[in-house]
């Protein structure tokens, strides 16, 4: 009876010692569920645990393991080996795997986040500055106020334009456009824009870019302002007719 006892005890320890746990050696795509909200997922040869926050949770399907990160929130724990991971969160917020950890992406444009054929779609057409992005996706937007143009830098949403000209920054056709007929001295402005023109935003002056920004370039005389419409120039104001 002692050597079965023990036996038994043998058996059992290695049994326990078989199940994989977090640190636990793994290939790349691999992982099992812990529980139905969590899940052990592969990350550089071992396992990490990670929640699977969605409705659906964490269980078997025809190709795997199935883990729902439609309900994970910023911050919790993704597996590196799966970068890029991503699904809508809410009607206005997509959740991205960055780095190891989920990030969210805010969705502001008038389409939203709604996923078509299992994918899942941002629209980011406008943003605000510090919005989250990632610079691998190369993201240009428009700000809620039609005034700035962004690109993401560094992972926040960042000013690269003012727009300030009467169409400000709209998206038309999947492509932005940015109205810069009128600049505010030390505006900023790209190399590609150099010797360009504009109005300084009270119209008392004309702008130039020159290295990078918006300088004055000429005063207008007294009777006269800036006029954006088609050829920047200084002009004496219509007169409205009654």
């Known amino acids: 009876?002692?050597?079965?006892?023990?036996?038994?005890?043998?058996?059992?320890?290695?049994?326990?010692?078989?199940?994989?746990?977090?640190?636990?050696?793994?290939?790349?795509?691999?992982?099992?569920?812990?529980?139905?909200?969590?899940?052990?997922?592969?990350?550089?040869?071992?396992?990490?645990?990670?929640?699977?926050?969605?409705?659906?949770?964490?269980?078997?399907?025809?190709?795997?393991?199935?883990?729902?990160?439609?309900?994970?929130?910023?911050?919790?724990?993704?597996?590196?080996?799966?970068?890029?991971?991503?699904?809508?969160?809410?009607?206005?917020?997509?959740?991205?795997?960055?780095?190891?950890?989920?990030?969210?992406?805010?969705?502001?444009?008038?389409?939203?986040?709604?996923?078509?054929?299992g994918r899942p779609l941002c629209d980011v057409s406008v943003a605000e500055p510090g919005d989250a992005c990632r610079e691998a996706d190369k993201t240009k937007a428009c700000s809620v106020d039609g005034k700035q143009y962004l690109t993401c830098k560094a992972g926040k949403m960042t000013l690269e334009f003012q727009c300030l000209g009467p169409t400000g920054c709209k998206s038309e056709g999947g492509k932005l456009g940015c109205d810069m007929s009128v600049a505010r001295d030390q505006d900023p402005c790209t190399a590609e824009m150099e010797g360009k023109h504009a109005c300084n935003s009270d119209k008392s002056s004309i702008v130039v870019c020159k290295g990078g920004k918006f300088v004055i370039d000429e005063e207008c005389k007294a009777g006269t302002s800036c006029n954006a419409e088609g050829t920047i120039k200084c002009e004496k104001p219509e007169k409205k007719k009654d």
Do not use: H, W
Not at 8 to 37: H, I
Not at 52 to 73: A, E
């Open 1 to 117: 009876m002692r050597i079965t006892g023990t036996l038994f005890l043998l058996l059992l320890s290695l049994s326990s010692a078989c199940k994989p746990g977090p640190g636990s050696s793994c290939d790349k795509g691999e992982a099992r569920c812990v529980d139905k909200k969590s899940q052990l997922v592969c990350q550089k040869g071992s396992y990490i645990q990670a929640p699977c926050k969605g409705p659906r949770g964490c269980g078997l399907s025809p190709s795997g393991v199935s883990c729902d990160i439609t309900g994970n929130q910023a911050g919790d724990a993704c597996s590196t080996d799966e970068e890029g991971a991503s699904a809508c969160n809410d009607p206005k917020t997509k959740i991205v795997c960055t780095g190891g950890k989920f990030v969210a992406t805010s969705c502001r444009g008038p389409k939203g986040c709604e996923t078509q054929e």
